[in-house]
């Protein structure tokens, strides 16, 4: 595991929250958040992303002030047996976090790409490379976001070039026809695909967020922001009342594009394009749950990731053919699961930093108190003796 | 000792990788396998769906002969479509290729009856696009437009979608996909207009087979230019030819329409019969709720220029570049383009029909006054309380000017 602690630069964490983390949100979520929120569900998406900025802005503040990492601070604040019962729900969390996007890629493969259903066996080397990735360390994964977001960038746009021509925006009205309830009601059964910050929790070694790194972060947050909910809006305006029957949001919003109708399918080069994006997501997701459990159990990192891969590709088996049964278990858990790791906890590190500081000091004042106490005994023992000699040499 | 294991594992997953493409379980239907289907006619016959498939066998690279793509219509009967789709290909052995599938046909009876019946198996299947168009058939089966062939394509389903996709027709016929209809269904507001298809009467007399207008006359040409109307997912009536494109010049760009106009009486006591074409448009349509009821206000106004008439004596006509249009023609042509409107609304009206989407719109910009003046019980009688006004206004171009 030693390549887990090398450096990530400001500029990975940037092109990660600008072009890989929005590229999740693109499969199933759409048309499930719309089932809840309407043609509102954009306005869920806007709402999460600011939570989403309030808890980087607590993680922020965290990195800056704290003198340890998330772990040695949970071990100081809440001892360690608490701390690392903390760290295995992280290690359940972040393999949840792998789990949904890789399971919405393999089924977007198995529905839309496939003429019928094939062997499982497929989806085997995706399981391999995650196992592979999960012994490489963070380093690594982040130079691949660099590698690739060229090309995520292009097929980004492609894409939203391709869907815009077909959109609708009167399907966006009336705003808030039913209040703010259905879009709170969305939020609350999707916080697993949102919550990307809770990452930077283990990287608090690696990362060097000074101002202009937290600016490049926030930039890169609003630009992922800004591409989503722009995205959202697309399949709304396109879909209409229709938008929570498309399940696989990425390889419909682009196909009412007239150029298809002379040059074939092309926005399959963008999906597939997005496709990698996601498993990049998928790889540092499952390293993170990875790290998670080595820093529990220090023990070999390759029995851990072979624990945590098989976990996936166990859970990817059983429910390939019945998926919605996992989704909705995901999301009527979702604020048992995902809100006390995903935001009250990185939420409350500030307040965890504040004890940490009365703690030192506390611990700092008894230091010098028993300190002072010695000497004074030491001064007296020494006056006593003097006074003894004089006595006797009187 | 690293340097070998390493090796090892590349090898072991090699070995892995290849041995499960060796599995030869690819899911991938090689294309002597599979027919591609380009159309779907559904029709009912005693109580079930009766599955017309228009499948196209790509011709063979080495045949010289007949290099025309070879078309078959394969038939099905079953009590769902799904069924019916599954049968279709259980006899032949081919596996169906719906994603070429760019038309579904049916007929009234299955119109009639409620579409989503039928479309259901396509809007769940993600082997369906759902982009593919609707049509109607009238007066004839779905598969008889299916099984037609016009003298320059003898795939019908291609030259029903020409005729419906092809820029410059667009203004005289109507286009409807799955996706949208279903949409309209479901936002629970406007009424759907599909288009309709029927097979022309052959206008050459068959009898004559040595001249090449008997020829021509073996083949078929479609009329698509009427359209079907529905109220959530069922036909409620026809609309004509005339309605069709007044549709069309609200709902859609009206510009390069030609509207035609015959009887005006002249000065001379002559009729004459004029084309006008629509250079450019000026279209603002309101939807308000005046007085408690539902209104539609439309202000058109066109610039237009005479590309035909029988208004000039064939010496005059030779001596003038541009054919004039004064302004007692524009008056007459706005009087009867309103007549036109007036038609289309009436019929829209009696047939309880929203086609302008008027319910959505007021839901939409001024959502409290709507759902204050809307009844629920009584929610689908509101198309017929709607207010149409129209204003037409015909100005010509400068040069045109007499």
């Given at each position: 595991m030693k390549n887990l602690y090398s450096n990530i630069t400001n500029r990975q964490l940037f092109l990660y929250f600008a072009l890989?983390?929005?590229?999740?949100?693109?499969?199933?979520l759409p048309a499930s958040f719309t089932y809840y929120a309407g043609n509102d569900g954009y306005l869920g998406v806007i709402f999460q992303c600011v939570v989403d900025l309030l808890v980087f802005l607590s993680i922020y503040y965290f990195i800056k002030n704290a003198n340890a990492n998330f772990f040695d601070t949970l071990c100081s604040i809440l001892s360690k047996p608490v701390a690392k019962f903390i760290y295995f729900f992280y290690a359940i969390f972040f393999a949840i976090k792998c789990f949904i996007p890789l399971f919405e890629s393999i089924l977007l493969c198995h529905e839309v790409l496939y003429e019928s259903s094939h062997s499982f066996?497929?989806?085997i080397p995706i399981f391999l490379v995650l196992f592979y990735a999960s012994l490489t360390g963070f380093n690594g994964l982040f130079r691949v976001v660099e590698i690739v977001y060229p090309f995520v960038l292009i097929a980004s746009f492609g894409l939203a070039f391709l869907s815009f021509p077909s959109a609708n925006f009167e399907n966006l009205l009336p705003v808030m026809q039913f209040g703010a309830n259905p879009i709170l009601l969305s939020v609350g059964r999707h916080l697993g695909w949102f919550g990307d910050f809770a990452v930077l929790l283990l990287l608090t070694d690696n990362v060097d967020l000074k101002e202009k790194g937290a600016n490049k972060i926030i930039l890169g947050y609003a630009l992922g922001c800004f591409s989503i909910i722009l995205f959202f809006v697309c399949a709304i305006a396109i879909f209409g009342a229709t938008t929570n029957t498309q399940l696989f949001m990425l390889s419909k919003?682009?196909?009412?594009?007239?150029?298809?109708?002379?040059?074939?399918?092309?926005?399959f080069i963008f999906i597939a394009i997005l496709f990698l994006a996601t498993m990049i997501y998928c790889l540092i997701a499952c390293s993170s749950s990875v790290k998670c459990l080595h820093v529990i159990f220090k023990v070999d990192a390759k029995l851990l990731a072979l624990i945590v891969v098989g976990a996936l590709l166990i859970g990817s088996m059983i429910f390939v053919h019945k998926p919605f049964s996992i989704f909705s278990f995901i999301e009527d858990y979702s604020l048992y699961i995902f809100l006390p790791l995903q935001y009250i906890l990185p939420l409350l590190l500030p307040v965890f930093l504040a004890i940490g500081k009365e703690k030192r000091k506390g611990k700092l004042e008894n230091a010098i108190g028993k300190d002072n106490k010695e000497i004074n005994t030491q001064r007296e023992i020494k006056t006593l003796s003097l006074e003894g000699k004089k006595e006797a040499c009187k | 000792m690293i340097k070998s294991k390493k090796f090892i594992a590349i090898i072991l997953v090699f070995a892995f990788v290849f041995g499960v493409f060796l599995i030869?379980?690819?899911s991938l239907i090689t294309a002597d396998k599979i027919a591609i289907v380009v159309g779907l006619g559904i029709d009912k016959v005693e109580d079930e769906y009766l599955l017309s498939a228009q499948v196209v066998i790509p011709p063979s690279a080495t045949k010289q002969e007949n290099d025309k793509t070879n078309n078959t219509l394969l038939f099905s009967k079953g009590k769902t479509v799904a069924e019916t789709v599954d049968k279709l290909f259980l006899g032949t052995g081919w596996y169906p290729k719906l994603n070429f599938c760019n038309i579904i046909v049916m007929s009234e009876e299955v119109a009639k009856e409620g579409v989503l019946n039928s479309l259901e198996y396509f809007l769940r299947?993600?082997?369906?696009?759902?982009s593919c168009i609707l049509l109607i058939a009238k007066d004839c089966l779905s598969s008889t437009l299916l099984k037609a062939s016009t003298p320059l394509d003898n795939v019908s389903s291609y030259t029903l979608q020409k005729i419906l996709f092809e820029e410059g027709i667009q203004t005289s016929v109507i286009q409807t996909n799955i996706k949208d209809f279903y949409e309209r269904i479901l936002s629970g507001y406007v009424s759907n207009v599909v288009p309709t298809g029927s097979i022309l009467e052959k206008s050459v007399d068959a009898s004559e087979k040595d001249t090449q207008s008997a020829l021509l006359g073996q083949y078929d040409l479609f009329d698509l230019t009427t359209s079907a109307i529905f109220n959530a997912d069922k036909l409620q009536g026809f609309l004509d030819k005339n309605d069709t494109r007044v549709y069309n010049l609200v709902a859609e760009k009206s510009v390069e329409t030609t509207l035609e106009f015959t009887d005006f009486n002249t000065d001379l006591n002559k009729d004459i019969t004029y084309s006008l074409q629509i250079i450019k448009e000026n279209k603002k349509i309101d939807y308000s709720l005046k007085n408690n009821v539902p209104t539609m206000t439309i202000d058109l106004e066109y610039k237009v220029k005479m590309i035909d008439s029988s208004y000039l004596e064939d010496e005059e006509r030779a001596n003038v570049v541009s054919l004039p249009l004064d302004q007692e023609l524009l008056n007459s042509g706005e009087e009867k383009i309103t007549k036109k409107f007036e038609h289309l609304f009436a019929t829209i009206k009696n047939l309880n029909c929203d086609i302008f989407g008027v319910g959505k719109k007021l839901n939409a910009y001024s959502h409290k006054t709507w759902d204050e003046y809307i009844n629920y019980d009584t929610f689908y009688n509101y198309p017929s309380k709607i207010d149409y006004q129209i204003n037409l206004t015909l100005t010509t171009l400068k040069e045109d000017k007499p």
């Open positions: 890989v983390c929005p590229a999740i949100k693109m499969f199933i066996m497929y989806f919003i682009s196909k009412y594009s007239v150029v298809f109708s002379d040059l074939g399918r092309i926005d | 030869n379980e690819y299947s993600e082997k369906v696009m759902d």
